[in-house]
């Protein structure tokens, strides 16, 4: 069994974000083709919400966090 590293560890986070980001979008054009409008603008709101998880993830890792 190894021993997990940073990059490795940052790399699976970032691999659900950006999957959360993608399925979150999904359900946004799901719901606004069922005529969920309100629905659909909640879902794309959380898929922006993971996208910019995203970034504050990589400033992070960089060790730039402020």
Do not use: C, V
């Amino acid at each position: 069994m190894s021993i997990p590293t940073e990059g490795e560890t940052y790399a699976k986070i970032m691999e659900y974000l950006r999957k959360l980001q993608e399925e979150t979008a999904m359900m946004a054009h799901l719901q606004k083709a069922n005529d969920k409008t309100r629905l659909a603008l909640a879902w794309l709101a959380m898929s922006e919400k993971f996208k910019q998880m995203q970034h504050q993830f990589t400033i992070l890792a960089q060790g730039r966090l402020q």
